[in-house]
């Protein structure tokens, strides 16, 4: 049980504790030595602000996966008191790929916020980003927001930063602005 913090060095153990009681410290350690067919943390080099963001990413992941059926099953097996099964029991749920257009296409899509011809350009905090011209666009399940959405194909300048490897590219309709006619493209 937690002591009652009165010191900056119990506030350290305190918060240290609660990373640990609740699987952080693991969860990060694990991120930070982790390796699989797919993704070698020592290969990446991995900051330590890299692995904190992963490992809210996973989080936040496994947050928007919860559903009744994985709540009622946890319930059931720590009721029943078996807690060594609890671990087999963590299986995200991912929509499945094989996602139906909606019924009532194209009514339910919402309007489009950019037109053919559209001048746009990445939201980035990065002030060096790239930029174009919308030439198409394609309503498209977004998983990582698991519902669909506007994509768009952009036509790109020849002085945007990816024009040296690539004519083109597609975003999300949330990932782009609009820019000014005056926007040297």
């Given amino acids: 049980m937690l002591k009652p913090v009165s ?3 119990d506030q350290y153990r305190a918060y240290q504790q609660a990373l640990d009681d609740f699987g952080i410290t693991e969860l990060l350690a694990k991120l930070s030595k982790y390796s699989d067919a797919d993704f070698d943390s020592t290969w990446m080099q991995l900051k330590q602000q890299e692995i904190e963001m992963l490992a809210a990413i996973l989080i936040s992941q ?3 996966s919860i559903d009744g059926k994985l709540i009622a099953d946890y319930l059931n097996v720590t009721r029943h008191s078996k807690q060594d ?20 296409f194209p009514d ?3 309007t489009p916020r950019f037109l053919y011809g559209d001048r746009l350009r990445w939201l ?16 498209s399940y977004a ?14 300048s020849k ?6 490897w690539t004519s083109a590219d597609i975003a999300w309709e949330e990932d782009l602005e609009a820019i000014s006619e005056e926007t040297n493209l």
């Fill in 124 to 139: 980035t905090a990065e002030s060096d980003t790239d930029w174009g011209i919308v030439i198409g666009r394609f309503y």
């Fill in 108 to 110: 339910a899509a919402n």
């Fill in 85 to 104: 099964i609890v671990p087999g029991l963590i299986n995200l749920k991912f929509p499945d790929t094989s996602i139906e257009l909606p019924a009532n």
């Fill in 7 to 9: 010191y900056k060095t």
């Fill in 62 to 64: 496994l947050t928007s």
């Fill in 159 to 164: 002085d945007s930063p990816s024009a040296s």
């Fill in 143 to 156: 998983l990582h927001h698991c519902c669909w959405t506007w994509c768009y194909l952009i036509w790109l």
